[in-house]
T-cell receptor
Framework: GNSVTQMEGPVTLSEEAFLTINCTYT??????LFWYVQYPGEGLQLLLK???ADDKGSNKGFEATYRKETTSFHLEKGSVQVSDSAVYFC?????????????WGAGTKLIIKP | GAGVSQSPRYKVAKRGQDVALRCDPI?????LFWYQQALGQGPEFLTY????????KSGLPSDRFFAERPEGSVSTLKIQRTQQEDSAVYLC?????????????FGPGTRLTVT
């Protein structure tokens, strides 16, 4: 079945550091891939997405490239800020699956220190 | 416009009580999903509606869980005879149905604590 694996947290970085959060997936069909973010006390928000291989999703300085050959969708940011502290979830939705339900990773808590 | 709203935001129930959790999706969104999120975990799919039709309820953990969306807009997730293992955040999401419309918009969730 479909699944998502992402690096365990918490990840603690200093402000302006480079960020990578790894995400790999298994899917039977042609998944779309997502990164969602959950800020403290708030609901899940879509951060970025990619719907086919080699697509790059980007938003708020974050980027992730859909790599079919390595079944990966790693999240990167060149210079993190304290305000980026949140929990980040990688997820997929597989066209071969009915109803487009999202399959989620366990989440990675990111802590940015000033 | 307004996003997805859920009520109540917090619910404490004694074991054995019934609870009802409400979701108001974004107006015009055809698809509605319920997820359960345990502490420190990613969400787990519970059930899916397309308009008023419940097309997938494979994620409901037991027959104590029941969801409805009678008019194709507001949805209610009901849990009967709550157990401690039901304690979690229950998330509702809606999306505009379509082959290119994968984005799901989430409500803030209802945190259920069963004591």
């Amino acid at each position: 079945g479909n699944s998502v694996t992402q690096m365990e947290g918490p990840v603690t970085l200093s402000e302006e550091a480079f960020l990578t959060i790894n995400c790999t997936y298994t899917a039977t069909g042609y998944p779309s891939l997502f990164w969602y973010v959950q800020y403290p006390g708030e609901g899940l928000q879509l951060l970025l997405k990619a719907t086919k291989a080699d697509d790059k999703g980007s938003n708020k300085g974050f980027e992730a490239t859909y790599r079919k050959e390595t079944t990966s969708f790693h999240l990167e940011k060149g210079s993190v800020q304290v305000s980026d502290s949140a929990v980040y979830f990688c997820a997929l939705s597989d066209l071969m699956d009915s109803n487009y339900q999202l399959i989620w990773g366990a989440g990675t808590k990111l802590i940015i220190k000033p | 416009g307004a996003g997805v709203s859920q009520s109540p935001r917090y619910k404490v129930a004694k074991r054995g009580q019934d609870v009802a959790l409400r979701c108001d999706p974004i107006s015009g969104h055809v698809s509605l999903f319920w997820y359960q999120q345990a502490l420190g975990q990613g969400p787990e799919f519970l059930t899916y509606f397309q308009n008023e039709a419940q097309l997938d309820k494979s994620g409901l953990p037991s027959d104590r869980f029941f969801a409805e969306r009678p008019e194709g807009s507001v949805s209610t997730l009901k849990i009967q005879r709550t157990q401690q293992e039901d304690s979690a955040v229950y998330l509702c999401a809606s999306s505009f149905y379509g082959i290119d419309s994968y984005e799901q918009y989430f409500g803030p969730g209802t945190r259920l604590t069963v004591t």
